[in-house]
């Protein structure tokens, strides 16, 4: 099973920039697919973003599209959302996971808030 801890969230104004890490521990990490993603007050949890095993291959949701990169380092178990451009509309709790995500490895997500 895999353990995941994100870490990097803030508090910024529009325009400006975070890069959240996720920190993953248990299982062969670079096995997996991995993903981010984001839930607003009263609202579901939704894909933000997904890198495949190696890194070669990504995807974003539009909403995201040309503001923020996904990455990873196999070697440091980690994963990265670098975000850009952040809009007051991304303001959420960034979650990491596997994609498909794995139930029971959801952690406490890192908050970021975006004024205006």
């Known amino acids: 099973q895999v353990q995941l801890v994100e870490s990097g969230g803030g508090s910024v104004q529009a325009g400006g920039s975070l890069r959240l890490s996720c920190a993953a521990s248990?299982?062969?990490?670079?096995?997996?697919?991995m993903g981010w993603f984001c839930q607003a007050p009263g609202k579901e949890r939704e894909s933000v973003a997904r890198?495949?095993?190696?890194?070669?291959?990504?995807d974003y949701a539009d909403f995201v599209k040309g503001r923020f990169t996904i990455s990873r380092d196999n070697a440091k178990n980690t994963v990265y959302l670098q975000m850009s451009s952040l809009k007051p509309d991304d303001t959420a709790v960034y979650y990491c996971n596997t994609d498909p995500p794995l139930k029971g490895a959801w952690g406490q997500g890192t908050q970021v808030t975006v004024s205006s």
């Open positions: 890198i495949n095993w190696s890194g070669y291959r990504t």
């Open positions: 248990g299982d062969t990490f670079s096995s997996y697919a």
